[in-house]
């Protein structure tokens, strides 16, 4: 069982920075293939950004790339996303999830652990 424990949510004006981090309990961490989703009040679960295990390739939904980035520290058993340029319309809870395959997905069914969120409130 992995545990993953994330941190870094807030509340912050529009157009501001948050980074998140992401702490995995797991010596294996390196062979996972890690990803962020979010969700807001009434909607469903949504992909932000995705990383394979290496760290080589990165993956992002329209609405935040260019302004968020994922990276990973595989010593550190830590993923991260960067948010800048922050928009209300980020305002969610965000989930740091993990795959056994190391190659990203964008689809939250491929993820077979999650943290628990931390909430990103974006103020207008």
């Known amino acids: 069982q992995v545990q993953l424990v994330e941190s870094g949510g807030g509340l912050v004006q529009a157009g501001g920075s948050l980074r998140l981090s992401c702490a995995a309990s797991t010596r294996t961490f390196s062979s996972y293939g890690m990803g962020w989703f979010r969700q807001a009040p009434g909607k469903e679960r949504e992909f932000v950004a995705a990383?394979?295990?290496?760290?080589?390739?990165?993956y992002y939904a329209d609405s935040v790339k260019g302004r968020f980035a994922i990276s990973r520290d595989n010593a550190k058993n830590t993923v991260y996303v960067q948010m800048n340029s922050l928009k209300p319309e980020d305002t969610a809870v965000y989930y740091c999830?993990?795959?056994?395959?190391?190659?990203?997905?964008?689809?939250?069914?491929?993820?077979?652990?999650w943290g628990q969120g931390t909430q990103v409130t974006v103020s207008s």
């Open positions: 990383i394979t295990w290496s760290g080589g390739t990165t």
């Open positions: 999830a993990a795959r056994k395959v190391g190659w990203h997905s964008t689809r939250p069914v491929e993820y077979d652990y």
